[in-house]
């Protein structure tokens, strides 16, 4: 069973305007989430957090929030940009257990219109 | 800082026959992780090194795959014998601490035909 889902498979956007990627989990134990940004043929790229204890964490253009009741965070970038064009990971962890093995889900391509 | 270094970028074998993947993980990090992303489905995780002692391999899919990390530096990802469906992109992480960011290499894509 899939513990952290990423319902649309796919989004388009155009430039400058809000692009906001949705992220599902099922386990209440899961207290930090995670957005990792992937360009093909790389690996994933961090881009930003947040834990448990927050309900929204922002950096630049990115946002994320989380709203643990409904078990459910999104990513919202504004503006967005062509270069913003990837797909996008969200996952998650425990961070009380002795490793901290990330649950991902199946991913988000973005793609951002000029 | 060189990041996470993965080789083979990309290896084709049969079925039945051996392949060893690499990770370099960034010097000075403690914690190694190796994932997987089969047929375009979620990354999965594999198992978790901390030094060269293995944390966690709750993720690995069976004893055909066989992960060390002798001395604590690069480790190495065996698959014997390979399956048609172990193909997929292997990738590798490395944190400095176990809280900390994971940071991740390119991959290595393996088909198995």
């Known amino acids: 069973d899939q513990q952290v889902k990423q319902n649309s498979p796919s989004l388009s956007v155009q430039e400058g305007r809000i692009s906001i990627l949705n992220c599902d989990y099922t386990n209440s134990m899961f207290d930090y989430f995670l957005w990792y940004k992937k360009y093909p043929a790389e690996g994933p790229t961090f881009l930003i957090s947040?834990?448990?204890?927050?309900d929204k964490n922002e950096d630049g253009r990115f946002t994320v929030f989380l709203n643990k009741s409904a078990k459910h965070l999104s990513l919202h970038i504004v503006p967005s940009q062509p270069g913003d064009s990837a797909v996008y990971f969200c996952?998650?962890?425990?961070?009380?257990?002795?490793?901290?093995?990330?649950?991902f889900g199946t991913g988000t391509l973005l793609a951002v219109q000029p | 800082e060189a990041g996470v270094t993965q080789f083979p970028s990309h290896s084709v074998i049969e079925k039945g026959q051996t392949v060893t993947l690499r990770c370099d993980p960034i010097s000075g990090h403690d914690n190694l992780y190796w994932y997987r992303r089969v047929m375009g489905k979620e990354i999965k995780f594999l198992l978790h090194?901390?030094?060269?002692?293995?944390?966690?391999e709750s993720g690995m899919p069976n004893n055909r795959f066989l992960a060390e990390r002798t001395g604590g530096t690069y480790s190495t990802l065996k698959v014997q014998p390979a399956e048609l469906e172990d193909s997929g992109v292997y990738f590798c992480?490395?944190?400095?601490?176990?809280?900390?960011?994971?940071?991740f290499g390119a991959g290595t894509r393996l088909s198995v035909l």
């Open positions: 996952a998650a962890s425990r961070l009380g257990g002795a490793t901290n093995k990330l649950i």
């Open positions: 947040i834990s448990s204890i927050k």
């Open positions: 992480a490395s944190s400095q601490v176990i809280l900390g960011i994971q940071y």
């Open positions: 090194f901390v030094k060269e002692s293995k944390q966690d």
